[in-house]
Structures are given as C-alpha cells and as structure tokens.
C-alpha cells in the first residue's frame, strides 16, 4: 500500500479557505486545528522529542502565513461583533 501524501499547495489552499469562511470564533477554533493538522501532515516528529517536528522550510513558512491569517481573521471577527 502507498505512502499518500497531499500535495503541500492544495492542502494549504484548503487551509486559508477555512480559515477565510470562519463567521464566528468558535469556527476559528476547528480553523486552528485544521492548521496544525497542515503542519502534522507535512512534516515529520523528532526523535525523542514528543511535540518538536521536522519540517521544509516551505511548510514552515506557509504554516506561519496560516497563522498569521487566523490571527487577523480573529481581529476581524471581533470587531464586526461590537
């Protein structure tokens, strides 16, 4: 059976469109954690380390867009509310 992974683009794609669809805070938390899924699903564990992960830089850097982009969308949500 093959190894599938997604294609790194496609998933982060998918990612910002979650995130950019979210109308209320409690969406953005399952946005959150589609994010990590991002970064979990390309990238690889340390050895004898639980929670510190081997990565390429470009995922690297699209996770840090994507969580920037949930930060601001946070902002966004809340001040629409007031």
């Known amino acids: 059976m093959k190894d599938y992974k997604p294609n790194i683009f496609h998933s982060y794609k998918k990612a910002k469109n979650v995130i950019i669809s979210c109308e209320t805070i ?9 994010c990590n899924l991002f970064m979990k699903i390309h ?3 340390q050895r004898n380390k639980r929670w510190e992960r081997n990565t390429t830089p470009i995922v690297g ?19 629409n509310f007031k």
């Open 26 to 34: 409690e969406q953005l938390a399952g946005a959150r954690s589609f």
């Open 61 to 79: 850097e699209l996770y840090e867009k994507l969580k920037t982009l949930l930060f601001f969308r946070r902002h966004q949500i809340k001040n």
């Open 43 to 45: 990238s690889e564990p």
